[in-house]
């Protein structure tokens, strides 16, 4: 799908923009990582025993998949509200340099703060890249509306697969059900895969891969933090090693 040109017509009122954010959603592949990735974080819900109404609406809350699959697994482990609520604020915090890279390109000098506050609640990794590759062709005075909208949409899709990943949970034989959990894993690999595009990231994946199985061997409890850890200081020191003198 083809944005009309910013001086356009269609850019005239706030909420033709904010249409054009939402039919903006089907045209990026990332919607169907996230419709795969939120089928899982359904299942997983539903397998951990919350009901369908709690987990849609840490979907609607939350919104940030890895963030949400912690909330899930440690209140489903037994943990404390405190002891999840510190892993969750651990995890969104490396959306704080996506929103501040996000916030300015909305900005005019008649916008507000209140203005961008459920803009940038809807940042995540799937609206900042999304957000670098159509505003430029948006206005700028139209740009917080178009981001609202999609945002909107981004999160319909979601609720939508979260109810889907739950009802199927719910209904398939435990083996179905577990290939829907693992649904989430693999969207973020693949997501992960599409985005390596340099040798430092394609070496740090590649490895990350390898040194799992060896690291759970070790039995540590924390084997992706360790395997991603040392992949990812290997991939940085790659890096270093290839950048000009």
């Given at each position: 799908?083809?944005?009309?040109?910013?001086?356009?017509?269609?850019?005239?009122?706030?909420?033709?923009?904010?249409?054009?954010?939402?039919?903006?959603?089907?045209s990026?592949?990332?919607?169907?990582?996230?419709?795969?990735?939120?089928?899982?974080?359904?299942?997983?819900?539903?397998?951990?025993?919350?009901?369908?109404?709690?987990?849609l609406?840490?979907?609607?809350?939350?919104?940030?998949?890895?963030?949400?699959?912690?909330?899930?697994?440690?209140?489903?482990?037994?943990?404390?509200?405190?002891?999840?609520?510190?892993a969750?604020?651990?995890?969104?915090?490396?959306?704080?340099?996506?929103?501040?890279?996000v916030?300015?390109m909305?900005?005019?000098?008649?916008?507000?703060?209140?203005?961008?506050?459920?803009?940038?609640?809807?940042?995540?990794?799937?609206?900042?890249?999304?957000?670098?590759?159509?505003?430029?062709?948006?206005?700028?005075?139209?740009?917080?509306a178009?981001?609202?909208?999609?945002?909107?949409?981004?999160v319909?899709?979601?609720?939508?697969?979260?109810?889907?990943?739950?009802?199927?949970?719910?209904?398939?034989?435990?083996?179905?059900?577990?290939?829907?959990?693992?649904?989430?894993?693999?969207?973020?690999?693949?997501?992960?895969?599409r985005?390596?595009?340099?040798?430092?990231?394609i070496?740090?994946?590649?490895?990350?891969?390898?040194?799992?199985?060896?690291?759970?061997?070790?039995?540590?409890?924390?084997?992706?933090?360790?395997?991603?850890?040392?992949?990812?200081?290997?991939?940085?020191g790659?890096?270093?090693?290839?950048?000009?003198?």
């Amino acid at each position: 799908m083809r944005l009309p040109p910013p001086d356009s017509a269609h850019w005239q009122s706030p909420i033709r923009a904010f249409a054009w954010g939402m039919s903006a959603v089907v045209s990026t592949v990332l919607t169907l990582v996230l419709f795969a990735t939120y089928l899982g974080i359904g299942a997983l819900a539903h397998d951990t025993q919350f009901s369908l109404l709690w987990v849609l609406l840490s979907t609607l809350l939350v919104w940030a998949g890895p963030a949400q699959i912690i909330l899930i697994s440690t209140l489903g482990s037994g943990a404390t509200a405190v002891q999840a609520a510190i892993a969750v604020t651990l995890s969104a915090i490396r959306l704080f340099p996506m929103v501040v890279s996000v916030l300015p390109m909305l900005r005019t000098p008649q916008t507000k703060r209140r203005h961008l506050v459920l803009a940038a609640h809807f940042v995540a990794v799937t609206l900042w890249v999304e957000c670098y590759r159509l505003l430029p062709q948006v206005p700028r005075e139209r740009r917080v509306a178009f981001v609202h909208g999609l945002g909107c949409g981004l999160v319909a899709v979601c609720l939508i697969a979260t109810t889907v990943g739950y009802e199927l949970a719910a209904k398939l034989p435990p083996l179905f059900a577990a290939a829907i959990l693992l649904l989430t894993p693999l969207a973020f690999l693949l997501s992960t895969a599409r985005n390596c595009t340099q040798l430092p990231d394609i070496v740090a994946l590649a490895l990350g891969l390898a040194l799992f199985p060896l690291v759970a061997m070790l039995h540590t409890g924390v084997d992706i933090l360790i395997s991603g850890v040392v992949a990812g200081t290997i991939g940085y020191g790659v890096h270093w090693w290839r950048r000009p003198a």
